[in-house]
């Protein structure tokens, strides 16, 4: 089982900048491809970016493309989600996953162990 604890939330007003952290318990996420979803109230799950086991693919949703950076340390240990030009609509709680699937990224469904979230906040 991999327990996943996300950190870095907080207030921030629009156009400042926050940066998500996410570490695996006792083991490291090279073996994994891991992504970040964000929920807002009343809204479902949605996909932010993913990065694959091997570490050379990254994407992102459209909505955070250019604004929203996802990385990892050397050792794929903790992996990072840079968030610039924050907007009140990114407002909502950010989650890390992890899969062993190397398709699907963008799917809830193809993520196994999930973080408790950490809570982003962007006020206008």
Do not use: H
């Not at 459209?62 to 990892?72: A, E, H």
């Amino acid at each position: 089982q991999v327990q996943l604890v996300e950190s870095g939330g907080g207030l921030v007003q629009a156009g400042g900048s926050l940066r998500l952290s996410c570490t695996a318990s006792g083991r490291s996420l090279s073996n994994y491809a891991v992504g970040w979803f964000r929920q807002a109230p009343g809204k479902e799950r949605e996909f932010v970016t993913s990065i694959t086991r091997s570490g050379t693919d990254i994407v992102y949703a459209g909505s955070v493309k250019g604004r929203f950076t996802f990385s990892t340390d050397t050792n794929k240990s903790t992996v990072y989600l840079e968030m610039n030009s924050l907007k009140p609509e990114d407002t909502a709680v950010y989650y890390c996953a992890t899969s062993r699937s190397a398709y699907g990224l963008r799917g809830v469904t193809t993520y196994d162990y999930w973080g408790q979230g950490t809570q982003v906040t962007v006020s206008s």
